[in-house]
């Protein structure tokens, strides 16, 4: 038997084996396009799920959104009794071309908290939190927060406290402390 026969059949044995491994394997051409399909299905309906999850806006999760301004007002007041229920709620100020996120709950220790829907590391991706049970947590990073440490702890992914004080039945924000978070959604100077 020539060298030549030898190389040739030794190949054409290379050449079956590969075949065979890849219809073993699902590798044909035709099963390679069907992955290429179902792959590409799974993730335009991961990307729809994002939207779903992720497109509702900073306060999403079924969470109510409001915006609590009055002209000229020099505070925000908002009934307490609307946060009996622990659930977060959040809001919207305007002012100048920002819009300043916030969001108030009832913690589980009885308290009414306020801070902002930002933190001092994760505020350029203008993510905020949302609520799971008894904690908020950070949309950008994940770490998550107790509610009775909201307005009590501050810095890192913390979100930002924002100052509030009750007066009967009323929760009582100034306006120049809302105002005074503007830099955590000026997101023209971000980076």
């Given at each position: 038997m020539s060298k030549k026969s030898a190389k040739h059949r030794q190949s054409a044995n290379r050449s079956n084996a590969s075949e065979k491994k890849a219809i073993v394997l699902g590798q044909e051409s035709g099963s390679r396009n069907a992955t290429y399909v179902l792959l590409?299905?799974?993730?335009?309906?991961?990307?729809?799920?994002?939207?779903?999850?992720?497109?509702t806006g900073p306060s999403g999760g079924g969470v109510t959104t409001g915006v609590a301004?009055?002209?000229?007002?020099?505070?925000?007041?908002?009934?307490?009794?609307?946060?009996?229920?622990?659930?977060?709620?959040?809001?919207?100020?305007?002012?100048?071309?920002?819009?300043?996120?916030?969001?108030?709950?009832?913690?589980?220790?009885?308290?009414v908290r306020a801070a902002f829907d930002a933190c001092d590391v994760c505020w350029p991706a203008g993510l905020g939190y949302f609520?799971?049970?008894?904690?908020?947590?950070?949309?950008?990073?994940?770490?998550?927060?107790?509610?009775?440490?909201?307005?009590?702890?501050?810095?890192?992914?913390?979100?930002?406290?924002?100052?509030?004080?009750?007066?009967?039945d009323q929760l009582v924000i100034r306006v120049a402390d809302i105002e005074g978070g503007k830099g955590y959604f000026n997101f023209d100077q971000k980076g």
């Open positions: 590409g299905v799974a993730m335009l309906a991961l990307a729809v799920v994002g939207l779903v999850i992720w497109g301004q009055t002209a000229d007002a020099a505070e925000v007041r908002l009934p307490v009794a609307q946060f009996d229920d622990g659930q977060a709620r959040h809001f919207e100020y305007k002012t100048g071309n920002i819009t300043v996120r916030y969001f108030v709950l009832k913690s589980s220790d009885g308290v609520q799971e049970g008894d904690v908020m947590i950070c949309r950008n990073c994940g770490r998550r927060f107790a509610s009775i440490r909201i307005n009590e702890v501050k810095g890192g992914c913390n979100p930002a406290p924002l100052q509030r004080t009750v007066d009967g």
